[in-house]
């Protein structure tokens, strides 16, 4: 999928490291700001970051540090920065009173490109909803700023309606968004409870995994798969069938590190499908330097929406893409799993006791043990159902 504008934005991003987080940390946060970026429409040209004990109240980082980053904007015809937290009405509006360019946090980042993903009725309307809730209690003292926008990342869907607009027609929009959610929910619902008692089978795990991609893989079927984030928004079912044994498995949205607590809550009813799945397939993309960090992403926000007791089996993609780096002979220092082979890194996860597997979805290797690993759990699923359908083994 391509990005609408033909002309990609310069940003520049900015975090801070705060007394409980290390320098390696904020850095892997921020090379994901900059693939979300990316996904968004834009380019990034430099990295600021600054150690603070908290987040300065009036512009996030210190007044030096914002002087360094106008500079470097003015210098360099920078569209747009980037901050990997979420930012309040008061630290953008001073932000952006001295740099006097558009200023992004990650949160309107992120539903700047669910703005721009979703194809359907049900996704937009989810997405528009989440964004109005965002922009609601950011409209005091917005009208100046607004008027100097242009458009490109940050402004698709209901941004430049702002202008024209006030507090009680957002809340009276975002009234009828509800009403119209609750409706489709109701159908979607009903168009759940109409498929009858077979097992379901949900892929979940952290955005740009490879879900799609093993979607496509088992349901022999043609969902939409990229290396960028958040290419799959509507949640797809596909009716499957192994060894004579039929279920449905369903594709859904990605998570994210900081996920928008407005998108959670609009997405509520398109995580149903993983509410109400019998059985979850956790994707990790193994060959990912924090995939340990996903992991925990993904468990928590299955925590988030109480689906986190469900029977799962990880699955570890990309392991043709997997690297390690070999220590030296005379380092003694503990072993991590950067050091680790994948041998070594499976056995250690075996040795976990979690279900799990490894496997490479766009090199297809492995694809027929999970299919037997699917088999098996499904089966004993369908055998505690229906006691006596023997006739499909």
């Known amino acids: 999928m391509k990005i609408k504008e033909d002309i990609l934005e310069n940003s520049v991003l900015v975090g801070l490291i705060l007394p409980d987080q290390s320098e390696k940390l ?3 946060y921020l090379d994901e700001l900059s693939f979300l970026a990316e996904t968004a429409g834009s380019v990034t040209k430099k990295i600021f970051v600054q150690k603070l004990q908290t987040p300065n109240r009036s512009t996030f980082v210190g007044t030096g540090k914002l002087q360094e980053i106008k500079k470097y904007c003015e210098e360099n015809e920078i569209d747009n920065v980037i901050f990997d ?37 049900y996704a937009k309307t989810q997405v528009e909803l989440a ?49 119209d959610l609750k409706k489709i929910d109701r159908q979607m619902a009903s168009q759940r409870s109409n498929r009858g008692s077979m097992v379901r089978v949900a892929l979940v795990g952290y955005t740009n995994v490879g879900k799609s991609t093993l979607m496509n893989l088992l349901a022999k079927s043609e969902v ?11 949640t797809t079912v596909r009716k499957v069938v192994v ?26 009813s398109t995580l149903d499908e993983v509410r109400e799945a019998d059985v979850l397939l956790h994707v990790v993309d193994i060959s990912h330097p924090s995939f340990v960090d996903q992991i925990e992403v993904v468990k928590q926000t299955l925590k988030d929406i109480s689906a986190e007791n469900k029977p799962t089996l990880l699955v570890f993609n990309k392991i043709d893409a997997y690297t390690w780096v070999k220590k030296d ?53 369908h055998a505690g159902r229906y006691p006596f359908n023997n006739f499909l083994w």
């Open 131 to 179: 964004q109005y809730q965002y922009l609601l209690p950011r409209l005091t003292g917005m009208w100046t700023h607004l008027e100097r926008q242009r458009g490109g990342i940050g402004m698709r869907g209901p941004g430049e309606r702002e202008i024209e607009t006030d507090r009680r027609i957002i809340r009276d929009r975002i009234s009828k968004l509800k009403t």
């Open 85 to 121: 937290d979420e930012l309040t009405p008061s630290q953008i509006r001073n932000i952006e009173s001295e740099l006097k360019i558009k200023i992004l946090d990650r949160t309107n980042l992120i539903l700047d490109i669910f703005a721009s993903r979703a194809k359907t009725v």
């Open 243 to 268: 060894e004579n044994l039929p279920f449905l498995l369903s594709d859904t949205v990605g998570f994210i590190r900081k996920l928008p607590t407005e998108l959670i809550e609009s997405f509520k």
């Open 26 to 28: 904020v850095m892997e």
């Open 329 to 381: 002979d005379d380092d003694l220092s503990e072993r991590t799993i950067e050091n680790m082979n994948l041998d070594e890194l499976k056995q250690m996860w075996v040795a976990k006791g979690d279900p799990c597997i490894f496997i490479s979805a766009a090199k297809k290797h492995n694809i027929a043990k999970l299919r037997e690993d699917l088999y098996s759990i499904v089966r004993e699923i």
């Open 224 to 234: 939409f798969a990229e290396n960028k984030l958040f290419a799959t928004l509507d």
